[in-house]
């Protein structure tokens, strides 16, 4: 009896053995957090990665109005009559209305100055070939731009010609003071308040220089220039009165130019017109 018992016991504990090996491990079944954090986590795309969409062509863009500034060049020379010409000079490039009129005043000036000097070469041609060695006759245009940001431009325009045979070279000038945003040229007038006299505040910025000069300045001769043409330029610092030789000054002399600080004139100034785009 006592042996069926263990034989029997022996046998469950068999059983016993072999269904703990079936069981599931339930420690290991747990999943690995970390793991499954880190797999949850969004995919960053770089942006090389990304689609880039192209804009629209005919979508029109800041870009598209900015007003920009390119340089014209004449280069020509010849040996009968004798003469040699080197001109450079700016145009806009932007939206019509903005720039149209400046370029169509600023090339004709210098058409024109070209054909008057070739005129003029012809008129003289005669009396320059009876010369053992006639000098060639020569027309040089240059310019400056004083000012230029997206509301105004300033420029000038300087010539210096010699027709052969003449005493001296000849120099003459003139300048360019444009509007943008209006598409139209600005006298001097519009950087005054309208009860001011512009030529009367220049006047007595100026002529005391000029007196000073030591080479007899008649007073009242810059009012009288002045009122006959303008010729000025905006810079950052002020305001550029030019005067062409013997406008003011006898030929040794040169041209001459005097600034006058904005804050000198700063209480006479319309700020509501061009001028306040350079007085803060």
């Known amino acids: 009896m006592f ?9 469950l504990m068999i059983v016993l053995l072999l269904t ?24 960053v795309t770089s942006p090389e990665d990304q689609d880039t969409q192209e804009p629209d062509p005919a979508t029109p863009t800041a870009q598209s109005e900015i007003v920009q500034m390119v340089e014209r060049t004449v ?6 009559p004798r003469y040699e010409i080197q001109i450079a000079w700016p145009n806009l490039q932007g939206p019509e209305g903005m720039v149209g009129g400046f370029n169509q005043e600023i090339d004709g000036i210098v058409q024109s100055l070209q054909e ?21 006759s020569t027309l ?12 105004f431009v300033s420029v000038y325009l300087l010539m210096d010609q010699y027709i052969a045979i003449s005493a001296h ?24 308040m309208p009860d001011v006299d512009p030529v009367g505040v220049v006047v007595v910025a100026i002529e005391p220089e000029l007196e000073g000069k030591g080479f007899g300045y008649q007073a009242g001769t810059a009012a009288d220039v002045m009122s006959t043409r303008e010729n000025w330029n905006i810079f950052p610092e002020g305001l550029r009165v030019n005067f062409d030789v ?9 041209p001459q130019y005097f600034i006058i600080p904005w804050e000198d004139i700063v209480g006479r100034l319309d700020l509501e017109g061009p001028a306040g785009n350079f007085v803060d």
Not at 20 to 43: E, F, N, R, V, Y
Not at 75 to 80: A, G, K, P, Q, R
Not at 140 to 151: G, M, R, S
Not at 181 to 189: C, I, K, T, V, Y
């Open 75 to 80: 280069l020509d020379e010849s040996d009968d």
């Open 116 to 136: 008057q000097f070739l005129n003029d070469v012809r008129d003289r041609q005669a009396e320059s070939e009876m010369e053992a060695q006639p000098p060639a």
């Open 169 to 192: 070279p000849f120099s003459f000038s003139k300048t360019f003071n444009y509007d943008l945003q209006q598409g139209e040229f600005a006298p001097l007038d519009n950087l005054f």
């Open 140 to 151: 040089t245009i240059t310019y400056e731009v004083t000012y230029f940001d997206q509301k």
């Open 3 to 11: 042996r069926k018992v263990n034989l029997i016991a022996l046998l």
């Open 20 to 43: 703990s090996c079936s069981l599931p491990s339930w420690p290991g079944s747990q999943p690995d957090q970390s793991q499954t954090s880190q797999a949850s986590q969004p995919t």
């Open 246 to 254: 013997y406008e003011v000054a006898p030929y040794p002399a040169g």
